[in-house]
């Protein structure tokens, strides 16, 4: 972990496009979609029906963790695919609100929605339609230029779509040392599967899961292992995985670590778990930006998600400072 996450960079190998700002960046090329959640008093059986409440539109996807990073002051750049369509115009006035720079190659069409059922526990159940954000391409990719002491965000969720796949597949081997890459394992790993995942593992240096996610790698790659032995054994020397447990905190797991050192939480009462996870990934990344330790970054993420979790609709996806004034 300390040569993984020194915060000084990494000048072996040629840096392409050298920049003369000296702030390190987190590119994200997870998806960016609309989200419409609806607040239920439960989960109707097969061919049932139940009363919505609450309805809103926002964003979902990446911009969560974008726009939790930006909030903690890191340089964040959305390289995703947008669209020309209403709802792609909508993100980039969001990211232009947030201070998240656009650079994404330009499509035409719009991009995806999803629904999110949001239960009286707090948990959420999503479903999904894509648009655009399916369709990366790897010309799109080539076109920018990450340095290092960068990160790169990616979710497996996205791993779904061939084209998406392929891209990232061909692109991630070509980074400039010292550029890092994180990937969130989705609730969605099961229909991507685990050889797809496996296949990039060699390209990720922190990878986060909740334990929901980490039940389900474990069915995808048949395997009654710990997340490390699945996930972080095929990862570069020196990274981590993230293994979160909700109120319980996360377990920080790595070489030295393989069962995971318990990083603690405080709780709050659960009021909305939508984008929790999302909001963990961001204040990790931008810690990490910051130059922090990985163990306060998770710290620091930790309380992040506490203080979600305990309100509506990402109202309260806290700044530095509110994360600061309760460590």
Request: hydrophobic content about 40%; overall charge negative; proline content about 6%.
């Amino acid at each position: 972990m300390k040569e993984l996450f020194n915060t000084e960079a990494d000048t072996s190998g040629d840096v392409i496009n050298e920049r003369p700002e000296a702030d390190p960046r987190l590119y994200s090329l997870a998806s960016t979609v609309i989200s419409m959640p609806l607040r239920v008093p439960y989960l109707p059986d097969r061919g049932g029906a139940v009363w919505a409440s609450e309805v809103y539109t926002g964003i979902g996807g990446g911009y969560n963790v974008m726009r939790a990073a930006a909030r903690q002051g890191a340089r964040v750049i959305c390289a995703a695919p947008l669209g020309t369509g209403p709802n792609s115009m909508a993100v980039r006035q969001a990211l232009a609100r947030e201070g998240i720079e656009s650079v994404t190659y330009e499509m035409v069409g719009d991009i995806g929605m999803t629904i999110v059922l949001i239960e009286n526990t707090g948990h959420n159940t999503s479903i999904l339609s894509p648009g655009v954000e399916a369709e990366l391409t790897l010309e799109s990719l080539q076109l920018l230029r990450p340095q290092a002491r960068d990160w790169v965000y990616l979710s497996a969720s996205d791993l779904v779509f061939p084209s998406y796949r392929d891209a990232i597949g061909q692109w991630l081997p070509s980074l400039t040392p010292g550029v890092r890459v994180a990937m969130a394992a989705s609730p969605m790993v099961t229909d991507v599967g685990y050889s797809p995942i496996r296949e990039l593992l060699g390209h990720i240096n922190l990878f986060t899961a909740n334990e929901r996610e980490a039940q389900r790698i474990r069915a995808i790659a048949n395997r009654d292992e710990s997340l490390w032995q699945i996930i972080g054994e095929q990862m570069p020397t020196g990274s981590v995985v993230l293994h979160r447990l909700a109120d319980q905190g996360c377990l920080l797991c790595s070489s030295e670590h393989p069962e995971g050192e318990s990083v603690p939480t405080m709780k709050r009462a659960t009021v909305d778990t939508v984008g929790v996870g999302d909001t963990h990934t961001g204040v990790v990344l931008a810690s990490l930006l910051a130059g922090m330790n990985i163990r306060l970054a998770v710290r620091r993420a930790n309380i992040a998600g506490a203080l979600t979790v305990a309100s509506e609709g990402l109202t309260g996806v806290p700044s530095a400072s509110e994360i600061d004034a309760n460590l």
